[in-house]
T-cell receptor
Framework: NAGVTQTPKFRILKIGQSMTLQCTQD?????MYWYRQDPGMGLKLIYY???????DKGEVPNGYNVSRSTTEDFPLRLELAAPSQTSVYFC??????????FGPGTRLTVT | QKEVEQDPGPLSVPEGAIVSLNCTYS??????FMWYRQYSRKGPELLMY????GNKEDGRFTAQVDKSSKYISLFIRDSQPSDSATYLC????????????FGKGTHLIIQP
């Protein structure tokens, strides 16, 4: 199993541009999550999904959108990039058990 | 008061020492407690997971949870330079879809 994979690894955006961060898991997990991690800070939950077609907001959802059309994929969309969205983004997943597994992250810079 | 407090360090100890890392929290609804290890520019890696109060041991790692004091700890015995990383505590209220609430992480340095 590859686990949780994320693309791209790095990206630089200009203010106002849009992009989609991709996340795929091959563990057949129902639950998937997006977190952001700012320097020297813990991870903060952006959005989560309990299954295909079902998503909900986390602690810091403003400026982001998500969709979940399949069990495997959970993309995160930034519509109008702002400097405050410069961060490292992690996708995670788990089954009914409680051990959440993380991807390697996408490092995003907005200038 | 933040939901989860964790001293960011850095904490520097000599190789072979016992390391103690800890977090305090304010939300008594948290029931599931985890420790993640994060190497520089990598994703968090689950080290230990415990439910409610008690101890759990796995090799050189021991996790302790004291819900009455809202205090969790991770002990690392016979520390190695490869243990140098940031250690994040995380917790959640219930199972299933609950996202994790993280501490800021403690940067640990094991000196050879």
């Amino acid at each position: 199993n590859a686990g949780v994979t994320q693309t791209p690894k790095f990206r630089i955006l200009k203010i106002g541009q849009s992009m989609t961060l991709q996340c795929t898991q091959d563990m057949n997990h129902n639950y998937m999550y997006w977190y952001r991690q700012d320097p020297g800070m813990g991870l903060k939950l952006i959005y989560y999904s309990v299954g295909a077609g079902i998503t909900d907001k986390g602690e810091v959802p403003n400026g982001y959108n998500v969709s979940r059309s399949t069990t495997e994929d959970f993309p995160l969309r930034l519509e109008l990039a702002a400097p405050s969205q410069t961060s490292v983004y992690f996708c995670a997943s788990n089954s009914r058990g409680y051990e959440q597994y993380f991807g390697p992250g996408t490092r995003l810079t907005v200038t | 008061q933040k939901e989860v407090e964790q001293d960011p360090g850095p904490l520097s100890v000599p190789e072979g020492a016992i390391v103690s890392l800890n977090c305090t929290y304010s939300n008594s609804a948290f029931q599931y407690f985890m420790w993640y290890r994060q190497y520089s520019r990598k994703g968090p890696e689950l080290l230990m997971y415990t439910y409610s109060s008690g101890n759990k041991e796995d090799g050189r790692f021991t996790a302790q949870v004291d819900k009455s004091s809202k205090y969790i700890s991770l002990f690392i015995r016979d520390s190695q330079p490869s243990d140098s990383a940031t250690y994040l505590c995380a917790m959640r209220r219930g199972g299933g879809a609950d996202g994790l609430t993280f501490g800021k992480g403690t940067h640990l340095i094991i000196q050879p």
